[in-house]
């Protein structure tokens, strides 16, 4: 059984940076074909999938938020993390992870496990 736990700050200043990590176990980062994803869902609104890294290291990003986003990995961990630069308000949401077929990224029916989320508030 794949599971995995979102941690990092509830809150984070404006203009600052969002950092989060995803840690699994019950399975490996870099087994063929996953990709592991960031997934957001703002108050109010639907998920919006963020970017993902594929077991291979490769990484994928949603063209809106390519410029302020970085996913990376440290596979010793088995975990994968999530930076969000320059933060407003409107980047409040409550955080997921979760695992994917590479490739696979704008079906979220495709997603098999998650975690069970983090609220992240961008507040002065």
């Known amino acids: 059984q794949v599971q995995l736990q979102e941690s990092g700050p509830g809150l984070v200043k404006p203009s600052q940076m969002l950092s989060l990590t995803c840690n699994v176990s019950?399975?490996?980062?870099?087994?063929?074909?996953?990709?592991w994803s960031w997934i957001r869902r703002p108050p109010g609104k639907g998920l919006e999938w963020m970017g993902a890294?594929?077991?291979?290291?490769?990484?994928y990003y949603t063209p809106s938020l390519k410029s302020r986003t970085s996913i990376s990995r440290d596979t010793s961990k088995n975990q994968f993390s999530l930076q969000l630069s320059s933060v407003t308000p409107e980047d409040t949401a409550v955080y997921y992870c979760?695992?994917?077929?590479?490739?696979?990224?704008?079906?979220?029916?495709?997603?098999?496990?998650w975690g069970q989320g983090t609220q992240v508030t961008v507040s002065s």
């Open positions: 979760a695992r994917g077929v590479e490739g696979y990224f704008s079906d979220y029916d495709e997603f098999d496990y």
């Open positions: 019950g399975g490996s980062i870099t087994t063929s074909y996953y990709a």
């Open positions: 890294i594929a077991y291979d290291g490769s990484t």
